[in-house]
């Protein structure tokens, strides 16, 4: 009969109690029940097996074989005559000396462990390189579980006379932390529960958290596993059990002469990002002032299905953090790796953990940063991420450069904030556009010349206008504004008449890099007259991209606004009507449409997503439609077919601009009663900052279809 424990002794934090619920299901698996099944419901662990309560409490109290555990090549080991592994030494003799038949492959391994010390380093400690050849003589000599452990704190990177060992973070370095040792405390969990038989009456509370036995507490603590937690010897010895499981493996690329590294499962180089306590610091470690590389974190699953240990150790297994792209080298890359895995294998969340040190500097501590959900995410949107794949790598490393500005390292963590944030709410439109405005953010760092080698926003695709759309008019205005051309003697393709030249400094030959000038090492960007917005203000930006082209226009010879709106993405009268009326955030619009600048306009012709579209009825201020008339790309087609042309003058775009709007309308309407366009307005007074407003409008370009609408506004005469 099946029988099923609540194990609340067993929670997903801190991770000692993680690493419990692994190590009682891997050793009644492995020991007593190889059809037990374990998994998560809530905040606790649940265990199925055909063992009851009783039979579960007797089989860890008389029949439970620990894992051998050793660590020769750090502190504390207990296989030296040193005067520091006294204590180790002792509880070392005290498992070799026993006469019960549970040790008798503990007694088995440390034979093996003494003879390779004896062969390597002649029973004495062993220094330098002799550390390396140590352990990979125990790889080589230890069979059986202790494989295991040999797996989860070492790996063997480099062979021959080039001996490399990697030690992953779970267990410190290589199982000790600090000057202390890992190994010594397992054995002294050992003497106590299993040699001593003194903590018999805490099992329940180890495994249940029973309420009807005393709550003791043990001496020492688990390190970094629950630091400063109350404790038990069995919370020990299972946690290190079940940290066991975590196997590191050896990866490469399938390359001649590629670099290898040690792969632990789901960890990865630390991200200060993504939780509510980030800083920067819990990225590196300390040494004497000097900033280092920090541990890194780690996640762990909570799996809701029931599921044997073999299914288990496949899951961790399969936990290497690569993505389609290559090797997941931070926390939102980590994210989109374990998507696919979590919905195949039944994962629900993971817990992420970070290795950050102590305020004493000599020891770390793991610190939860908050649950991860990877179940029902499989969003279409997701794949727009993939854009920023190649991208995203350049820009981190850049960001986290010695000498990189604090700027961009901020710009870079709020960017990172914010891919955590969209991929947990993958269908919320306010993650996307705060992920464009994230993007901004490092872009108008990079125009201030520092950490524009990673290149501009690479290109997008137009799903990002679709994930990002919040049926507002800033949304559909900002498209417009971005994707908005405009050539000169119809040069109308040319890339280099996309308005983004106006916000960076680009190569015209290679309009994915910035221009730049000096040598390899030091350059600089080459930021020419054409850029004239600076995201400031949204009003200021849209003035100053009207105003260049304007003058480019007159430096061509032409007497046309060159800018043009792309197919499906002209600005709609209802938009530009509260726009005109100061309705709309016109700061947040023109930071949308920085981000949309990013989109590539050949896939845009192709597969077109324009944002929901307005109610049709509305129309801006008529003084304002006498102006618009006034600054047109092109000539205006008639009912029959005639073309009603009316030149630009650059003289009403600047009046407009500096304020001055009854000067800019008389002579807009100059212009127009030149074409044959007569209308009711008059004069128009404006106060200066409105008129700076009407002047922003002009950048957002129209059809011709609303330019005939706005004329048979002004003139009914024309409607026939």
């Not at 290109?459 to 206008?465: A, D, S």
């Not at 996309?498 to 080459?526: C, E, N």
């Not at 630009?648 to 807009?668: E, Q």
């Not at 409105?690 to 609303?706: C, E, K, L, N």
Request: hydrophobic share 40%; with cysteine.
């Amino acid at each position: 009969m099946i029988q099923i424990h609540r194990l609340d002794g067993c929670a997903p934090t801190p991770l000692a109690h993680y690493l419990k619920a692994l190590g009682i299901l891997r050793l009644v698996a492995e020991q007593a029940d190889p059809d037990a099944r374990g998994w998560w419901e809530g905040e606790r662990f649940m265990l199925a097996t055909r063992l009851d309560r009783t039979d579960l409490e007797s089989f860890f109290l008389e029949r439970y074989q620990p894992t051998p555990l050793f660590n020769p090549w750090g502190a504390r080991s207990g296989f030296y005559p040193d005067g520091s592994e006294k204590s180790a030494r002792q509880l070392l003799d005290a498992i070799t000396k026993s006469p019960d038949k549970r040790f008798a492959l503990y007694q088995q391994t440390i034979r093996v462990v003494r003879s390779v010390i004896a062969d390597v380093s002649g029973n004495s400690k062993p220094k330098d390189n002799d550390r390396q050849r140590l352990v990979l003589a125990l790889r080589r000599s230890i069979r059986g579980p202790s494989e295991f452990w040999l797996d989860a704190v070492t790996a063997i990177l480099g062979g021959g006379t080039e001996i490399s060992i990697a030690q992953p973070a779970i267990f410190g370095t290589g199982g000790s932390e600090g000057s202390g040792s890992y190994t010594s405390g397992y054995m002294s969990a050992i003497d106590q529960c299993l040699l001593r038989r003194a903590w018999d009456h805490a099992i329940g509370n180890a495994m249940y958290r029973a309420t009807d036995q005393p709550r003791c507490v043990w001496s020492q603590t688990l390190g970094q596993f629950s630091p400063d937690a109350p404790t038990t010897p069995w919370d020990l010895l299972l946690a290190f059990e079940g940290g066991c499981v975590l196997r590191t493996i050896v990866c490469s690329r399938n390359t001649a002469g590629s670099q290898r590294w040690a792969s632990s499962p789901f960890y990865m180089a630390p991200t200060s990002y993504g939780y509510a306590s980030e800083a920067r610091l819990d990225e590196y470690v300390l040494n004497k002032g000097k900033e280092l590389p920090g541990r890194g974190e780690q996640w762990f699953p909570l799996w809701s299905q029931p599921t044997r240990l073999a299914e288990i150790q496949q899951v961790f297994g399969e936990g290497r953090a690569n993505t389609r792209k290559g090797r997941a080298e931070d926390g939102w890359s980590m994210l989109r790796a374990v998507k696919s895995l979590g919905v195949n294998r039944g994962i629900r969340e993971f817990v992420r953990y970070g290795y950050q040190q102590r305020n004493n500097l000599a020891t770390h501590f793991a610190v939860p940063l908050g649950r991860i959900s990877v179940e029902d995410k499989s969003s279409p949107k997701l794949a727009c991420l993939d854009d920023l794949d190649a991208w995203l790598p350049r820009l981190r490393r850049e960001a986290r450069d010695a000498h990189a500005p604090a700027r961009l390292a901020q710009a870079e963590r709020r960017l990172g904030d914010a891919l955590f944030a969209v991929t947990q709410h993958p269908d919320a439109w306010d993650r996307w556009q705060n992920v464009l405005l994230a993007l901004v953010g490092i872009e108008s760092v990079q125009i201030s010349g520092s950490g524009f080698t990673p290149g501009p926003i690479p290109p997008l695709r137009p799903g990002w206008v679709r994930a990002a759309d919040d049926a507002s008019p800033e949304v559909r205005l900002a498209l417009a504004l971005a994707l908005q051309q405009g050539g000169f003697n119809g040069a109308d393709a040319r890339w280099w008449n996309s308005v983004r030249r106006h916000w960076l400094p680009l190569d015209h030959k290679r309009p994915s890099q910035f221009a730049k000038s000096g040598t390899i090492g030091h350059a600089r960007l080459q930021v020419g007259s054409e850029v004239v917005m600076h995201g400031r203000r949204g009003t200021d930006d849209a003035i100053a991209l009207v105003g260049r082209r304007i003058t480019e226009a007159t430096q061509h010879g032409g007497r046309r606004l060159p800018l043009l709106a792309v197919p499906r993405t002209s600005a709609q009268a209802a938009d530009l009507a509260s726009l005109v009326a100061g309705e709309l955030d016109l700061d947040r619009t023109l930071a949308l449409a920085r981000g949309f600048m990013a989109l590539n306009n050949r896939d845009w012709q192709h597969r077109p997503l324009p944002p929901v579209q307005p109610p049709p009825h509305a129309i801006p201020d008529d003084a304002w439609l006498v102006l618009r008339l006034a600054l047109l790309p092109w000539p205006i087609k008639d009912p029959q077919g005639a073309e009603i042309a009316i030149p630009t003058d650059p003289a009403i775009f600047r009046r407009l601009a500096n304020g001055d709007a009854a000067t800019a309308v008389d002579m807009a309407l100059r212009r127009l009663g030149a074409a044959g366009i007569h209308t009711a307005v008059r004069a128009a007074a404006l106060p200066p900052e409105t008129a700076r407003r009407w002047a922003a409008a002009i950048a957002f370009p129209i059809s011709q279809t609303t330019a005939r609408r706005f004329v048979r506004r002004l003139d009914p005469r024309k409607e026939d």
